[in-house]
């Protein structure tokens, strides 16, 4: 080979290498992997999955620059949630943002011991066994809780003042859920303490929504209190709507429901617990370990009112209730 064409056979060959280099770093630049597993799909929580993203970028990690993301949607099928926290740890993803409901936590808490969890919870994670206690979990687990499923007291407390004190309130409840059998104690608790009469109807299904409505409203049910349940949140606007159709004075847990045609809202932000846990998973993916990061609790709760479907609805709210409301949509 010439001294010349040997010259190009090395720039070229160089030419070659500083190509790829662009590849590569940006291969390098992926980082560590997230695994993100998840009740539902991904349709009905982009504003919750922006929030966790929101919380990662926070701490300084962007999906696609310094990490990438495993996500695992169950879409509704619980029975599922085993099989994908286990690929997910097959995987050896530096941690699992189990969210969408204490399935998800409960889940990927069955499949490993060693890999970090950051889970969002809306009952007491205490209870559920997820930690030893909220200052100083222990184990691999740490993470949101927004106590959604206790709130029974106050928002039957809302609809008693709402609703002719005879008239039935019905409690929805998806009976598959792990927060039931603590939603349940808890507002009938409530219903004795207010002596209102209140029946529970069962629903895990889109199908068994509709039906839940049909019987409601067979049963002349005066108001409607919708559980706090991730499986609910990704049929929001399916309830709204059933709920103007059948009319029904109904309430839910997130801000989206009135907003969407519901009578009513309280509850914390689900958004906020989110981006909590998004800032965890960052600082562990720092090096941060789940026992030095105490679980985080929501302590601002909101009031919010849809005020035209309360017309529309014959409902009058009273003005002590109009004062506290956070937010009165009209």
């Not at 929805?172 to 507002?187: G, H, T, V, Y």
């Not at 109807?201 to 349940?229: C, M």
């Not at 929501?298 to 937010?327: C, H, M, W, Y």
Request: no cysteine; aromatic share 8%; glycine share 10%.
């Amino acid at each position: 080979m010439s001294g010349i064409r040997r010259r190009e056979f090395f720039m070229l060959l160089g030419g070659s290498a500083a190509a790829g280099w662009p590849l590569a770093a940006g291969a390098q630049q992926q980082g560590p992997v997230i695994g993100f597993l998840h009740t539902a799909s991904e349709d009905a929580f982009r504003s919750q999955l922006a929030a966790f993203h929101h919380g990662l970028k926070n701490v300084g990690y962007i999906e696609g620059r310094n990490v990438a993301i495993e996500y695992r949607w169950a879409k509704g099928r619980l029975e599922r949630l085993s099989e994908l926290a286990a690929d997910l740890v097959r995987r050896q993803v530096a941690v699992i943002a189990s969210t969408g409901g204490n399935n998800s936590a409960l889940a990927a808490k069955a499949a490993t011991t060693t890999i970090p969890i950051v889970f969002t919870s809306g009952s007491d994670p205490v209870k559920l066994g997820l930690v030893a206690s909220l200052n100083r979990p222990d184990g691999n687990l740490t993470g949101a809780s927004f106590f959604l499923a206790h709130l029974g007291e106050k928002v039957l407390g809302l609809l008693h003042e709402l609703v002719p004190k005879d008239a039935l309130i019905v409690v929805l409840i998806n009976p598959k859920s792990p927060e039931a059998q603590f939603q349940l104690a808890d507002i009938e608790r409530a219903a004795a303490s207010l002596g209102r009469q209140i029946q529970f109807l069962n629903a895990s299904t889109a199908a068994e929504i509709d039906q839940a409505f049909t019987v409601l409203t067979n049963r002349r049910a005066g108001a409607l209190f919708i559980s706090a349940e991730p499986f609910f949140l990704g049929q929001m606007d399916q309830l709204a709507a059933l709920a103007m159709r059948h009319r029904i004075p109904a309430t839910f847990v997130l801000r989206d429901f009135p907003a969407a045609g519901g009578l009513m809202s309280y509850g914390t932000s689900i958004n906020d617990a989110y981006r909590q846990a998004g800032v965890y998973t960052g600082l562990i993916l720092k090096g941060a370990k789940p026992t030095d990061l105490p679980v985080t609790q929501s302590t601002r709760f909101e009031l919010v009112i849809n005020l035209k479907t309360a017309q529309a609805l014959g409902v009058r709210i009273p003005p002590g209730i109009l004062a506290i409301a956070d937010e009165v949509i009209e």
